[in-house]
């Protein structure tokens, strides 16, 4: 385990800005206590020092998870985010997307969400924004990439992509094992 | 007088002689342990303590001293001799008691690369008989060396291969060859040598390879550029050139646990940077804008039309009018998505659910 480097840390707060902007700050700079962004096994964690002082016990190769994990850098060095990340994204959301209750499931079975599927979307959306998926009754699904803006949405027709798949709550069951 | 002298004396003589007895036969309660190999004896008799007090302390111990020293005398003498040179000499048995050993054991010779390769690959060593059947000599020949079984530098003719060209001297082709391999093998030896010996393994730099890949000449640029007099300090890069990799720098990490605050300053930093090089005027925002607006009013322009006409009806003629592929948004989610009214209501909520969600 060790803290980002300047550069790792530009790579994940860019991909982080894409979905929630500004409020990183609120990540970084939390009023109720000490909360770091820590690597470990290219994954980013985010844990309080508390639970960071915690983890030193364990030795690095037996330390599996710790704190929430983030995503993970690939080997190209880019910044993947997982689904875990997803309770500390949510609240912070500039751009969310509303699914219709029948497209749900398409969604959280890993496919894109099509116009017909689109129940409502934030106003000014720019196309490849990085938006939050909810379900009509305010429950954060995943996240994913606008595919057309806002007021394209309106005039294509219903079976294209308005919403890129990225991430679903659905990869807690999927990806049971490598999720962590 | 002489009498007594004479009982005085036998008794004398006798004591003298017992006293001589005594001083080679050693009685103890528990037999002492030998070990002629190493001259040891173990005296495993309880000491009482009452012994070491006082002043009979130095005696008893000489004493103890003396006696077992007389055994392991008594048992060395048991041994057989034998007479070499005017003297009486004993040979000791093997020693039984394990002495460890002065120097550390030597460390077995570190594995060669190829060993190393072997045991990963699990590839095991297979015995083969020395001798093999030569066919042409009919007889029973050396697998190598000198009159070896199918020597084939023994050849008087080569046949020239077809891809070959026919000038070539084939004999003189495979004397090369062997060359080459016996100069690789030597190499590799060396190399083994020096891995062992953790010396700089040579040919860690550029060496020359039979095929140079992509990899090793941007290696051989980086280092051609760093072999001036300053280090390749003013070298001019080339346009599209990458930096070198591995150039033996290390990474440098912070510490595990260093200062928090600190760390907190320097992401904040970072955000205030990144957020000052965002652009102040949003290109599609701002087009998007336009769009929106231009939207609402055609829409309004519609909506005054047909209310001038007919109402309620007229807006469906009057949206036919505007775009293509109605008919199929007339069927599905694009009534409420393609229309008029029904959509801004549906969006201007959804706008207003998203400001609200935010915090």
């Not at chain 2, 100069?183 to 730099?205: D, M």
Request: net charge positive; aromatic share 8%.
């Amino acid at each position: 385990m060790r803290p980002l480097t300047d550069e790792e840390t530009k790579t994940m707060f860019e991909k982080l800005s894409k979905y929630i902007g500004e409020n990183i700050k609120l990540l970084v700079d939390r009023p109720d206590g000490t909360y770091c962004f820590r690597l470990q096994n290219d994954r980013v964690y985010y844990m309080s020092e508390k639970i960071l002082k915690l983890a030193t016990n364990i030795s690095r190769d037996k330390l599996v998870s710790v704190g929430t994990c983030f995503g993970k850098f690939t080997k190209t060095g880019k910044f993947r985010l997982h689904i875990t990340a997803l309770d500390f994204l949510a609240p912070y959301a500039k751009f969310k997307v509303w699914v219709k209750p029948g497209a749900e499931q398409s969604f959280l079975y890993g496919n894109h969400v099509l116009k017909s599927g689109l129940g409502r979307i934030t106003e000014n959306t720019m196309q490849y924004q990085g938006v939050v998926v909810y379900s009509m009754a305010d429950v954060p699904l995943g996240f994913g990439v606008a595919a057309k803006t806002t007021q394209e949405c309106r005039r294509v027709d219903p079976m294209s992509i308005v919403v890129f798949h990225q991430a679903d709550v659905g990869e807690f069951i999927r990806n049971e094992d490598t999720l962590t | 007088m002489a009498a007594c002298s004479v009982e005085e004396l036998l008794a004398k003589a006798e004591r003298e002689e017992a006293e001589k007895l005594k001083s080679i036969t050693v009685h103890k309660e528990l037999d002492v342990e030998f070990d002629i190999g190493n001259l040891l004896a173990c005296d495993k008799n309880r000491i009482e303590s009452r012994d070491f007090r006082g002043q009979k302390k130095e005696d008893f111990l000489r004493s103890l001293a003396r006696d077992n020293t007389q055994l392991l005398v008594n048992e060395i003498w048991k041994q057989p001799t034998e007479r070499v040179e005017e003297a009486i000499v004993v040979k000791l048995p093997d020693s039984l008691t394990p002495l460890p050993r002065e120097k550390p054991p030597p460390k077995p010779r570190p594995p060669t690369k190829w060993e190393e390769f072997a045991k990963l690959k699990g590839i095991q060593k297979k015995k083969k008989t020395n001798l093999v059947w030569d066919e042409t000599a009919k007889e029973w020949r050396r697998r190598w060396g000198y009159k070896r079984a199918k020597d084939d530098t023994k050849e008087w003719l080569i046949e020239v291969p077809e891809t070959a060209d026919p000038n070539e001297d084939q004999f003189a082709k495979r004397v090369k060859a062997k060359k080459e391999r016996v100069a690789k093998n030597e190499f590799n030896r060396l190399k083994n040598i020096a891995r062992a010996q953790k010396i700089k393994v040579p040919g860690v730099g550029l060496t020359p390879t039979a095929q140079q890949s992509k990899d090793d000449l941007s290696k051989a640029v980086s280092v051609a550029k760093t072999s001036t007099a300053s280090v390749g300090r003013f070298q001019d890069r080339l346009p599209k050139e990458k930096p070198p990799k591995n150039t033996g720098k290390k990474r440098k990490f912070e510490p595990l646990i260093g200062n928090f605050s600190n760390e907190k300053q320097k992401q904040l930093d970072m955000l205030k940077l990144m957020d000052s090089k965002k652009p102040k005027l949003d290109i599609t925002k701002a087009v998007n804008k336009q769009m929106r607006e231009e939207d609402r009013e055609e829409a309004a322009a519609k909506y005054k039309k047909g209310a001038g006409k007919k109402g309620r009806k007229g807006n469906m003629p009057g949206k036919g009018k505007g775009k293509g592929g109605k008919g199929k948004g007339g069927k599905s989610g694009g009534g409420k998505f393609g229309g008029g009214k029904p959509v801004g209501g549906k969006f201007g909520g959804g706008k207003k659910r998203g400001k609200a969600g935010k915090h």
